[in-house]
Every structure is written in C-alpha cells, then in structure tokens.
C-alpha cells in the first residue's frame, strides 16, 4: 500500500466566527479534560482575555508552554516529555504558523487529539496535516506528512482581526501561490492532460486567486485598521480552510513548486540573513520566478503591482541578500534538483532564465 495515498482534507471540525475563545473550552472538552496549551507571549497575550474563562467555565485543566523555538525534531521529544509528565491527554496550539506546525508534529508523534488557534492568516498550516520542519537554530530539513487530519481548528475573527497587517498579506501571498505553482513549468492545468484531483485542484486554486486578487488588498487595509468587515471574513476562511482543502487535493504534494522550493532553499542556505522575512513574503518573491517559468511572464507586472499595495519584497536583494554570482549559482543548483525541475538541458536553462527575474 501506498504511504498516504489517502486524502486527507485538512480538519475534522472548524469553526470561524467572532468571539469563538468564549466556547473555546466546550470544543476542547471533545477530546479531553486536561489540555496541554503550546503558544507564545504574543499569542497568548491575545488570546487569554476570552480563552482562560471559557477553560475554567469548561472544568479544563491546563498546562501552559509559553515557546519561542522552531519546531525541531528536538522540540518534539522534549515537549512530548513534558506533556507525558503533565498527565494531559490533549494538544492545544495557540499562536503562528510555527506553532501551529510543532503542535501537530508533536500531537501526532504521541497520537494524541490536537485542537489550533490560529492567531494569524499568516499560512494555512492550522488546518494541513503536515508540518514543515527545522534545526533548533532555524535551518528548514523537510516536512513531515500525518496519516490523519487535524482534529479541530478554532478561528476567532476578533482575535485575528486584530493581527498585524503584515501577517494577513503574507498569508494571502501564499494563498494565492496555490494557482500559479500548481502548473508548474506549464501555462494551465487541463482535465485532458492531468488527473481529476489535480484539475479539481487547479481550478479551486484560479477560484481563490480571483478572489484574493479582487479582495485581499482591502482586507489588508481593514486589518490594517483593527476592524472587522465581511470582506475579513471571506478572505481568512479564503486563506486558511480553502487553502487547505485545495492541498489537501493535492495529497499534499505538487501543490506548492519552485516559490515554495525558493523558501525552503533559503531557509536552508541562508537562514540568519533571512531570518526576519515571513514564509508568504519569501514565497511571494518566488511567484514572480515561477510565473516566468511556467511561460505566463505577461501576468509578472499586474502581480508586482499587487504585491507592491502589500508591501511585498519582489526580489533577493529586498530578503535581505547580496545576490552574487556564487548565491546565484548555489540557489539554482538547488532549486535545480528538487522534484520540480525536469533533468533536461531546456529545463534548466528556463529555471536560469527564471531566477533572472528576482535578482537584482
């Protein structure tokens, strides 16, 4: 049998609506009586007004681990100990996207139930049963894939309306890079030369571009102003569930390609230089790289005219990096071996034409 040939479409329950924290403990006591809360300073600052009463109102007892880490494989032993050593019999994460990811690696390695609070759009990551993984010190080594979906997500719009701007146009960037790197090397997806869940997918994924693409920049300037409309709304369920369900389409794999490939080489050549930059910036850069290798290069300017409202960086220089010719040679070699980049002289030669578009 194939290893995770099954789908898995992302969480067995989600909830998004204002003041969900004050039910919060309700939807927790599903799975357990004695929760085992990971989350950051920040995160729990923003959470704990509306979230302690609703676990106390619940009967919950709680253990709080308030972690400034990467999700590491170390991370996951050690906080699997502690959680062992509290008694508790289920996982809650509270806070980003890396949380978010240390959360299920560790819920799943003790196959325990987890429950996500997201408190940014930063990344879908609350709701894909996968983890992207790193070294103590921040260096990407891989992901990890789950043979189950998460248990529950708790989205509380107050909260997330709340969030800084910069974390929403993040998450909108790498929602919208499902569209254009599902294609990968080629113009468009069609039902006559893919597979149904790949065309299923696609097709979902020029759904969400639109929608972000017409709406994102003014749930951006909403957030921006601390307030909470429907255009909000549509556009974190945009980009965290439906996000998800369309990776989750995609088994997972081959629904992210050179931009996501581009994160994951700079996270492992150049990780201190682009420690400060957020996963959907970095991915966002990479867009313009992959529409040029995918020959759509005419959508390159109405797509930096976008990022630009968002205040995307749109090249390697903007990340933070000196782009030399041995930084070049290194990313190419890099990108050049992944899955996504055939063995072929042309395909190498189309990814060197590509790169040009994001050096300066």
Known sequence: MKEFNSYRFGTGRYIQEEEVLEYAGQEILRYGKNAYLLTGFHAWEAVKEGFIPSLQASGIVWTKNEYTGFPSYESVEKISEDFERAGCDVFVGIGGGKIMDLSKAVAFHLHVPVVLIPTSSATCAAFSPLSVM????????????????????????????????????????????????????????????????KFSAYSMAQFTYKILEEYGRQAYLDIEQKKLSPTVHNIIFTTIAVTGVISAMMRGHSQTALAHKLYESLRTLYFKECEEYLHGEIVATGLIMQLKYNHNEEQIPKLKEYMTVMEMPMNLKELGLSCDDVVEEKLCEKLAESRFVEDTDEARRNLGEAMKEIIV
């Open 134 to 197: 790193y070294t103590d010190e921040g260096k990407c080594v891989g992901s990890l894939d789950f043979d189950k979906e998460v248990d529950e997500v708790l989205v509380d719009e107050t909260v997330l309306s709340l969030q800084p701007p910069r974390l929403a146009a993040a998450g909108i960037m790498d929602a919208m890079a499902k569209y254009i790197e599902i294609s990968n090397g080629k113009p468009e997806i069609t039902l006559e030369t893919d597979t149904i869940n």
